[in-house]
């Protein structure tokens, strides 16, 4: 059977004219921030990949059809729908076959980004291991996917919900290159620093763009992932938001909540108690990356 994938306009003129593309996921849109600041960044985010030059392409799966950037009023419908299913490798196909609606998580748009071509994908934050995964084994799909896909993933570090040294510890044994952006430390999503050292440090889009295409001259399966430090006006310090985080972690455990819902339970409920400050500060480092993934994306297409 062929598969069925859908372009948008945009994205169509972009890959007919070999211009830069940078891939942009669903599930932060509908799992991951309220209405209507969700439909408001998701539309920012494009306008600020365009603005840094390169075609925005944000993936999700409606009615069954994979579709490689949306339509304005396809991009309004997904921020306002109920009952969008969290898709990841996983389950992809079976959206897909049944004819659903899913918002595509960073594994998921890792695959839909390779299928159409594009090597650069910004996002907010990666999943990981959590906090108590040696005995629930809740490590997230993000992680396996970056091993075997070859898409540079541009993000502000691991959600510090997650247990970060574990998270880091498994990226190591998978072989994905860690790059954190011009710091020796990484960041860690709501903060720039994580106080983990860096696996690897790079200062410009351009050295990052060197060494996915030495990835692939070498033949190595899978990607990059590049943290981003989150810029100094949005942050909120790792102190201020651990007993945030470790309050959230609590009432989840109490709850029974598990498996897919884990994050987007805990991002809510930290929204809520930060007084939508985590909100803001997500805004901040999902336009931050997207800025750095257009130049990245601007940096392969120049040297094609
Ligand atoms: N970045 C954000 N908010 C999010 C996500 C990323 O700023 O909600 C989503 C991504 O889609 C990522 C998912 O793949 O969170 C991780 O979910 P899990 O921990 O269940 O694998």
Do not use: Y
């Not at 998921?108 to 650069?120: C, D, F, K, S």
């Not at 939508?276 to 120049?302: H, M, P, Q």
């Amino acid at each position: 059977m062929s598969l069925p994938i859908h372009f948008s306009a945009e994205v169509a003129e972009a890959r007919a004219n070999r211009q830069a593309l940078v891939a942009l996921e669903s599930t932060i849109i509908t799992h991951g921030m309220p209405w209507p600041q969700n439909l408001e960044t998701a539309q920012q985010v494009e306008q600020t990949v365009r603005q840094a030059g390169a075609t925005p392409a944000t993936i999700a799966i409606l009615a069954g059809r994979l579709h490689v950037g949306l339509e304005a009023e396809e991009l309004e419908a997904l921020a306002q729908a109920k009952d969008v299913a969290k898709v990841s490798r996983a389950d992809l196909a079976v959206c897909m076959a049944r004819g659903g609606n899913g918002a595509t998580t960073v594994a998921a748009t890792m695959i839909a980004a390779h299928l159409a071509g594009i090597e650069v994908f910004a996002t907010g934050g990666i999943g990981g291991v959590h906090k108590g995964a040696e005995t629930s084994f809740d490590i997230s799909a993000d992680l396996q996917e970056l091993a075997q896909t070859p898409v540079t993933v541009v993000c502000a570090g691991a959600k510090a919900i997650l247990d970060l040294p574990k998270t880091f510890e498994v990226l190591e044994t998978l072989g994905v290159p860690v790059i954190a952006l011009g710091q020796d430390v990484l960041p860690a999503f709501w903060s720039a620093r994580s106080g983990l050292a860096a696996p690897l440090r790079m200062d410009s889009a351009d050295e990052i763009a060197d060494a996915m295409r030495m990835r692939r001259a070498l033949g190595l399966p899978g990607g990059q992932l590049v943290a981003n430090p989150i810029p100094a006006e949005a942050e909120i310090s790792a102190d201020a938001l651990a007993p945030v985080i470790a309050q959230a972690q609590a009432e989840a455990d109490a709850a029974g909540v598990s498996a897919k819902a884990v994050t987007p339970f805990l991002l809510q409920r930290i929204f809520e108690l930060t007084e939508g400050r985590s909100l803001e500060a997500n805004i901040g480092l999902v336009l931050n990356n997207a800025r750095l993934a257009a130049a990245i994306a601007g940096c392969l297409a120049s040297k094609q």
